[in-house]
């Protein structure tokens, strides 16, 4: 981490749900919390509670430097709409494989 630069994660205590189109494609209850300096806070859902068959994984992906490489899913009307790390620097080692949106419903 560079100085100033921080990054937390923990589990949340909030359902989360994702709803695009009006189709669930994620709810969970076992969510994680990132909070990282500058960004808004991104919920990182694990696998089993995301409609996956519903996504195709794309060819983009973004380097973090604190986070490392993120591969990204789309909906056919909605390009990148999912990420994911799955080989996260270790001090995120806890959002491996966990799949984040950019908006989600929390309850």
């Known amino acids: 981490m560079t100085t100033g630069h921080r990054i937390t994660i923990q589990r949340s205590d909030r ?3 994702v709803v695009h189109g009006g189709q ?3 709810e969970s209850d076992r969510s994680l919390v ?3 300096t ?5 919920y990182y859902i694990p696998p089993e509670d995301v409609a996956l068959d519903l996504l195709t ?3 983009a992906q973004t380097y973090c430097p604190f986070k490392g490489t993120a591969s990204y899913w789309s ?8 990420w994911a790390y799955p080989d996260p620097k270790p001090d995120v080692a806890e959002i491996k494989d966990h ?4 908006e989600v419903e929390l309850f």
């Open 15 to 17: 359902h989360v749900r």
């Open 24 to 26: 669930v494609l994620a």
């Open 34 to 36: 990132l909070r990282e």
């Open 38 to 42: 500058g960004c808004p806070e991104r």
């Open 57 to 59: 994984a794309s060819d």
């Open 75 to 82: 909906l056919p009307d909605a390009e990148n709409l999912v």
């Open 99 to 102: 799949l984040c949106f950019y």
